[in-house]
T-cell receptor
Framework: NAGVTQTPKFRVLKTGQSMTLLCAQD?????MYWYRQDPGMGLRLIHY???????AKGEVPDGYNVSRLKKQNFLLGLESAAPSQTSVYFC?????????????FGPGTRLTVT | AQSVTQLGSHVSVSEGALVLLRCNYS??????LFWYVQYPNQGLQLLLK??????LVKGINGFEAEFKKSETSFHLTKPSAHMSDAAEYFC??????????FGQGTRLTINP
């Protein structure tokens, strides 16, 4: 099992450009998440999905869109990148089953917007 | 809403010394609590979790944490620090049906 993978690992954008980050998981998990990590602020939830075809807003959704067309994939889009979106982005997933809701994380995507 | 506070953004200990990373939570219901570790340029890895089965929870790499309801705390400890423990550590609490809320993180430095 590859677990949770993220593409790309690094990216530099100019202000106003758009891009899509791809998250894929091979654990048949129902729930998937996108976080951003900034120094001193921990991880903040951007958007999440509880199943194929569903998405919901997290703590910091502005400037981002997401789609979950397939159960194993969760895409994060930036339509018009801004320097404030310079961050490290993490995807995570978890199963709906069981009583312990731990999430499994990907390796991250480091995005710089100039 | 649940929240987590990690006391100390940076902790430095000598190799072989006790590691203590502090986490206090706020929750209106019995919480699920987690400690994650992040090594440089990597994603987060689960260290241990509290699910109400036992108040003292043992995790990987010799770490453990004790749930204290009266103090609303879930501090992480390791009796003897190793150089490989240098990383950032995050405490998190389960919120609602689907989400985790993370603390700000504590960077642990080990001095030789």
């Amino acid at each position: 099992n590859a677990g949770v993978t993220q593409t790309p690992k690094f990216r530099v954008l100019k202000t106003g450009q758009s891009m899509t980050l791809l998250c894929a998981q091979d654990m048949n998990h129902e729930y998937m998440y996108w976080y951003r990590q900034d120094p001193g602020m921990g991880l903040r939830l951007i958007h999440y999905s509880v199943g194929e075809g569903t998405t919901a807003k997290g703590e910091v959704p502005d400037g981002y869109n997401v789609s979950r067309l397939k159960k194993q994939n969760f895409l994060l889009g930036l339509e018009s990148a801004a320097p404030s979106q310079t961050s490290v982005y993490f995807c995570a997933s978890r199963t709906r089953q069981g009583i312990t809701p731990e999430q499994y994380f990907g390796p991250g995507t480091r995005l710089t917007v100039t | 809403a649940q929240s987590v506070t990690q006391l100390g953004s940076h902790v430095s200990v000598s190799e072989g010394a006790l590691v203590l990373l502090r986490c206090n939570y706020s929750s209106s219901v019995p919480p699920y609590l987690f400690w994650y570790v992040q090594y440089p340029n990597q994603g987060l890895q689960l260290l241990l979790k509290y699910t109400s089965a036992a108040t003292l929870v043992k995790g990987i790499n010799g770490f453990e944490a004790e749930f204290k309801k009266s103090e609303t705390s879930f501090h992480l400890t390791k009796p003897s620090a190793h150089m490989s423990d240098a990383a950032e550590y995050f405490c998190a609490v389960h919120q609602g049906a689907q989400k985790l809320v993370f603390g700000q993180g504590t960077r642990l430095t080990i001095n030789p």
